[in-house]
């Protein structure tokens, strides 16, 4: 056992609060996503719109808030009135991100429909690879106008007579990268993105916009492209976007377990641009972050598992979480909030089949590991979240640096107290001691824990090797104690004196 760990809080050292947005998600047209996914009209499972009734059950238990849609790089090739109108009148086109065939029998108005069956928030991305400023308009006019113009009336026609209030659009997806459709360099990149962001605000002047900021830290252009399409567009964008994937292919669980202060990292140094761009224009006005794509994915990558071969739904980019993977989701998440004042929204990409949450199998269902992990945090997460200061044992990481063994984040709410700790220590326990210097901590509300063999997966035969059960592991004195396990995840509510 190490030495004890002490995580130090105050009321008054507060980051900000934290927006409820970043616990959002992400389905493309890609694999089994939508397909054999979400919408299943053949299912045992499917309700009168062909939704999987066993599907939107266990994704409300994530209690997701905003959701992004059609893609990804799907996006850049998609044009969204094929998937409008009388399904046997819609195109089937092949898809050129994936290599698969796109028969458009779900399209705009089968994902409000899941929105609105799931209280989440639409969040739509545009077309500016293959698309036009023009035709991203269009898409603005025919979810948000009222009926009496040309698309308005297409809606209108399509069933839904009221305006579907879509409040977010993405300017495109990834277009910094040379393997995204209609790639171009970042200042034709904010040409074309301003003049859509220009005509989709004239038609409808409530939404909000998401530039393309840099789809990986790794980029050769990162963070100049960044500063660059800020400071292009200006006014126009509202959030930038930040992308990670992360993995373990080296199999070195310290080193994967170290990761988090470079996600830490690259929230900063994308921040530090828009407060830059903010300074220069001399605006009190800036643009936030939205971290629209992130996951653990490195398993189910390249070669077969990223070509459809021209099939409809291919099983594509199924990734199989094990515990080391939910520790780093939560990690993800843990630093969303420890930047609240500059994250603001954020989407695990994705969320059915494709490097998922939730796998079906047929009719079956399973939650993966990561499930459980970001469930923990997302139903803790109203509040203002708190600096802290850990004091405690750290370790040497080979790409990361000098690393504390605890990783963490809190949230304050009135008289309530959300703490989340990972323990990283591969073998060893870790006494923590959670000190309020301003409030006693009276006692715990509610207290879970993750904690299984670093490499334990959940399957079909077996699917709660990996999942949440209660830790009555602490006691309240004024400070709170516990002892944690190894490589481990507590999410706990304490209630404050």
């Keep these: 056992m190490t030495n004890p760990t002490v995580l130090h809080l105050h009321s008054r050292h507060t980051v900000g609060a934290v927006s409820p947005l970043i616990f959002g998600g992400f389905l493309e047209h890609l694999g089994r996503s939508i397909y054999e996914g979400v919408y299943d009209p053949g299912s045992v499972h499917a309700d009168a719109d062909g939704m999987r009734t066993d599907v939107i059950e266990a994704l409300r238990e994530l209690g997701l808030t905003v959701v ?4 990804g790089n799907f996006a850049s090739g998609y044009h969204w009135q094929d998937g409008v109108g009388p399904k046997e009148a819609r195109p089937r086109t092949r898809e050129l991100a994936w290599q698969s065939i796109e028969p458009n029998t779900f399209g705009t108005d089968e994902f409000i429909k899941l929105c609105r069956k799931l209280d989440w928030q639409p969040m739509l991305a545009v077309n500016l690879g293959t698309g036009t400023p023009e035709e991203a308009r269009d898409w603005v006019e025919y979810c948000n106008c009222e009926a009496g113009t ?3 009336d297409m809606r209108a026609a399509n069933g839904a007579a009221e305006p579907y209030g879509v409040p977010t659009w993405c300017l495109g997806n990834e277009m910094d990268g040379p393997w995204q459709l209609g790639h171009v360099p970042a200042e034709q990149y904010a040409i074309r993105a301003s003049q859509a962001a220009k005509m989709m605000k004239d038609c409808d002047r409530s939404i909000e916009t998401v530039a393309c900021g840099s789809s990986a830290p790794t980029m050769p252009t990162f963070p100049e492209w960044d500063r660059t399409v800020l400071e292009s567009l200006g006014g126009l964008a509202d959030y930038v976007s930040l992308h990670r994937y992360v993995g373990n292919p080296d199999d070195n669980p310290a080193e994967y377990l170290a990761l ?8 900063e140094a994308v921040d530090a ?8 224009r001399r605006s009190p006005g800036r643009a936030y972050l939205c971290f629209d794509e992130w996951n653990v994915w490195y398993r189910a990558r390249g070669g077969a598992h990223s070509d459809g071969r021209g099939k409809v739904a291919p099983a594509l980019l199924e990734e199989r979480y094990n515990l080391e993977d939910a520790l780093v989701v939560a990690m993800f998440l843990m630093s969303f909030i420890r930047h609240a004042d500059s994250v603001r929204i954020a989407n695990l990409a994705q969320l059915v089949n494709v490097i998922g949450p ?5 009719d079956e269902l399973l939650r993966q590991s990561i499930f459980h992990a970001f469930r923990m945090v997302s139903s803790r997460r109203t509040g203002v979240s708190l600096r802290g200061a850990v004091e405690g044992p750290t370790y040497e990481s080979e790409r990361y640096g000098n690393v504390p063994f605890l990783d963490h984040a809190a949230i304050i709410d009135g008289s309530k107290l959300h703490v989340f700790a990972i323990n990283r220590q591969l073998d060893d326990h870790m006494p923590l001691t959670v000190a309020f210097a301003d409030h006693a901590i009276a006692r715990v509300l509610s207290s879970e824990i993750l904690h299984a063999d670093l490499k334990a997966e959940n399957t079909f035969e077996h699917p709660d090797e990996v999942r949440a059960i ?11 104690n516990a002892t944690m396990p190894p490589h481990s995840l507590v999410a706990t509510t304490f209630e404050l004196a």
């Design 68 to 71: 992004r849609y059609p893609g």
């Design 150 to 152: 040309r698309h308005a």
């Design 260 to 267: 988090s202060s470079s996600i830490d990292a690259q929230i």
């Design 273 to 280: 641009c828009a407060r830059y761009v903010q300074a220069k």
């Design 358 to 362: 939730v796998l079906t199998q047929g």
């Design 470 to 480: 209660p830790f009555d592991g602490w006691s309240a004195d004024g400070n709170a």
